[in-house]
Structures are given as structure tokens and as C-alpha cells.
């Protein structure tokens, strides 16, 4: 079954420095997002992405934050200068066809110390 | 953000009976609604949705029944079995007025006991 590929696993990072999340989307999907889950909260949406761009975005999806799509399977999260809240499972989810067939990743566990 | 709650944190049971997880909303764009397994360590897995035009949908043990007139939709597990054991989350979604967002409550953890 297409999986939603989420690297790295584990990221630990210094307060004020830069950090990339990566996933691989399924490849015939259209819609990508990011979700984020702080230790004992919800599950919070940050972004939303088609044809290239931005769709919406929550109120958490500040200047900080970025997402790319570089190449024809690769989607990025980009925290520019990450703070310790920014500790969390941070979820890349695909749908071909919204809200049908969400699929998400393993999640990416961001620490910043 | 209260628009999705699930009130009851945990739930535990007796493999073979029935489970039932408990969902409420807020917000009457709300016109689809999903149930997701969750385990340690993993992404969220989708189970089983419904259209607000439909107040049940079933798929082997799982149904999930939707009562628009009281925004509450629930999540029944028959027979339950251990492997059942996880965060159950219930997530909403406005559709196209919402870029297709979703909107998940605060999960509950059920426990299948042997």
C-alpha cells in the first residue's frame, strides 16, 4: 500500500537554528499538508499546499515557517530559527482528492534544546 | 480551538464487547468527518468516515453513526479485540470553504483488555 515517507524520524536541534522536515508524498497526490501534535495536545493543521502553492494556512504558520516542493516528489517544512515550543510530532499528510483518502506520515519528532 | 472535543480521555474494555468513542462539534460547516487510529511512535491511520448527508456508515467492526441535529458522532467497535488497543482521534472537515483542512479533537485512548 503507498506510504507517505517521513524523514528523518528524530530531529534534535539547538534553540536559533534552522531545521528541514522532509516527506515523500504518494506519488499520484495532489494535496499536501503539515500537522503538528505538541506532547499531549491536539492534532494542530499548519499548512496546506496545491498547485505549487500555498492554499491556507493556521495562525501557527508564522514568518518562521516555509514549505517547498523542489522536486516532483519531495515537500518540505522549514523552520527558520526554531524556539523550544516548536517541540512536537510534526505530521506531512497527501490526498489526491480532500477531504477523501488522507493519508499521513510517521512523523518527524522535533526536539529543540 | 473547541470546534472538535472528545470528552472522555480513556476508555477500557472487555475484549469481545462493545466499544464506543464519542465525538462532538461545533461547527455547522463541518460536512465530513473521519476517524483515525493512532499508535505510539506512528502517523495517524485512517478508519472509517461519514458524509453529513448520511447518519451511518459501516465497514466490518467499525460503524460510526452521525446525529447532525446534536453534532455528535460516535464510533462503535464490535467485537473489540486487544489489537483494537490505541488513540482513537476524530477529525472534521468544512470542505472546500476550509482548504480541506481537518480539525481533530483531543483523541481517546482505548484499552482492549484479554
Known amino acids: 500500500e503507498p506510504e507517505v515517507t517521513q524523514t528523518p524520524s528524530h530531529q534534535v536541534t539547538q534553540m536559533g537554528q534552522e531545521v528541514i522536515l522532509r516527506c515523500v508524498p504518494i506519488?499520484?497526490?495532489?494535496?499536501f499538508y503539515w500537522y503538528r501534535q505538541i506532547l499531549g495536545q491536539k492534532v494542530e493543521f499548519l499548512v496546506s499546499?496545491?498547485?505549487?502553492?500555498?492554499?491556507?494556512k493556521s495562525e501557527i504558520f508564522d514568518d518562521q515557517f516555509s514549505v517547498e516542493r523542489p522536486d516532483g516528489s519531495n515537500f518540505t517544512l522549514k523552520i527558520r530559527s526554531t524556539k523550544l515550543e516548536d517541540s512536537a510530532m510534526y505530521f506531512c499528510?497527501?490526498?489526491?482528492?480532500?477531504?477523501?483518502?488522507?493519508?499521513f506520515g510517521s512523523g518527524t519528532r522535533l526536539t529543540v534544546v | 480551538d473547541q470546534q472538535v472535543k472528545q470528552n472522555s480521555p480513556s476508555l477500557s474494555v472487555q475484549e469481545g464487547r462493545i466499544s464506543i468513542l464519542n465525538c462532538d462539534y461545533t461547527?455547522?460547516?463541518?460536512?465530513?468527518f473521519l476517524w483515525y487510529k493512532k499508535y505510539p511512535a506512528e502517523g495517524p491511520t485512517f478508519l472509517i468516515s461519514i458524509s453529513s448527508i448520511k447518519d451511518k456508515n459501516e465497514d466490518g467492526r467499525f460503524t460510526v453513526f452521525l446525529n447532525k441535529s446534536a453534532k455528535h458522532l460516535s464510533l462503535h467497535i464490535v467485537p473489540s479485540q486487544p489489537g483494537d488497543s490505541a488513540v482513537y482521534f476524530c477529525a472534521a472537515s468544512a470542505g472546500e470553504t476550509s482548504g480541506s483542512r481537518l480539525t481533530f479533537g483531543e483523541g481517546t485512548q482505548l484499552t482492549v483488555n484479554p
Open positions: 499528510a497527501s490526498t489526491y482528492n480532500p477531504p477523501y483518502g488522507y493519508t
Open positions: 461547527n455547522s460547516m463541518f460536512d465530513y
Open positions: 506519488s499520484n497526490h495532489l494535496y
Open positions: 499546499f496545491y498547485n505549487n502553492e500555498i492554499s491556507e
